[in-house]
Nanobody
C-alpha cells in the first residue's frame, strides 16, 4: 500500500506561484507514474500533469507553459510548480501514483490540498 501526503496549497493572487509537494511512503517500488489531478465542486476530476518512470511528462493544455511536474526519488516526492496562476486554477489538487505488480495495476490517491487563486 502507498500513502500520499500533499502539501503546499493555499491562497495566492492571480499571477502568483505555488509549489505543491506529494510525499509517498509504504510500498513505493514499481511506481510507473506520478500525477496531479484537480477537481472543482460539481465538475469531474481532471488530469493536470503526470510524470512516468522514464521521466516523460504530460500536461493538460490549460496549464502548459505554466506548470511543471518533477520527481525526487531520493525522498520519494513529486512536485508541481505552478506559475502564472489564474482564478480558473482554483481547485482541490490531488496527488496520485500508479503502481504495477505481478497482481496487476493499482492507483493511490492523496486527500487533496486546496489551491485558491483570488485577488
Amino acid at each position: 500500500q502507498v500513502q500520499l501526503v500533499e502539501s503546499g496549497g493555499g491562497l495566492v493572487q492571480p499571477g502568483g506561484s505555488l509549489r505543491l509537494s506529494c510525499a509517498a511512503s509504504g510500498s513505493i517500488y514499481r511506481i510507473y507514474t506520478w500525477g496531479w489531478h484537480r477537481q472543482v465542486p460539481g465538475n469531474q476530476r481532471e488530469l493536470v500533469a503526470k510524470i512516468t518512470s522514464d521521466i516523460r511528462t504530460t500536461y493538460a493544455d490549460s496549464v502548459k507553459g505554466r506548470f511543471t511536474i518533477s520527481r525526487d526519488n531520493s525522498n520519494n516526492t513529486v512536485y508541481l510548480q505552478m506559475n502564472s496562476l489564474k482564478p480558473e486554477d482554483t481547485a482541490v489538487y490531488y496527488c496520485n501514483v500508479g503502481r504495477a505488480t505481478a497482481w496487476g495495476k493499482h492507483e493511490y490517491w492523496g486527500q487533496g490540498t486546496q489551491v485558491t487563486v483570488s485577488s
